[in-house]
């Protein structure tokens, strides 16, 4: 009994829980809602260092996804309109993105995108949030 136990108190001690993002202001129902979970500011809006992302299919007006089995801890989330599902945010010359983003709390702003800082939320065990992507 106690030999199971121990085997189990890992999982007790870091709870996991489900995020459920509702993405509006999508636009068309073609492609996909792109959503990216960092962890910290040194790995933020870098395609390579999301600690947890997934690709959902779009469906015009709200776009509702989970992420499930996620650690309880503080992360900063950014989303995008994959419109032609090619996985990656297009950009023109200058380098502004011609697909529809947002992110978790902070703002797109003039010159580029808001600080991890400015995006992070801390996730409990569960919880939804809305994310409006222009």
Not at 55 to 78: C, D, S, V
Request: charged share 25%.
């Amino acid at each position: 009994m106690i030999k199971w136990l121990l085997l189990l108190l890992p999982t007790l001690c870091f709870a996991q829980g489900t995020l459920t993002i509702h993405v509006e202001g999508v636009a068309s129902s073609k492609g996909n809602i792109s959503i990216g979970l960092y962890k910290d500011a040194e790995g933020f809006l870098k395609p390579d260092k999301v600690f947890k992302g997934l690709f959902q299919k779009a469906t015009e007006g709200t776009t509702t996804a989970q992420i499930e089995n996620l650690p309880e801890g503080t992360y900063a989330i950014a989303v995008f309109h994959d419109e032609n599902a090619n996985q990656e945010l297009d950009t023109n010359f200058f380098g502004i993105p011609k697909e529809a983003l947002g992110f978790s709390k902070g703002k797109l702003k003039t010159f580029g995108p808001p600080d991890f800082e400015e995006c992070t939320l801390v996730f409990p065990k569960e919880q939804r949030i809305t994310i409006k992507i222009k």
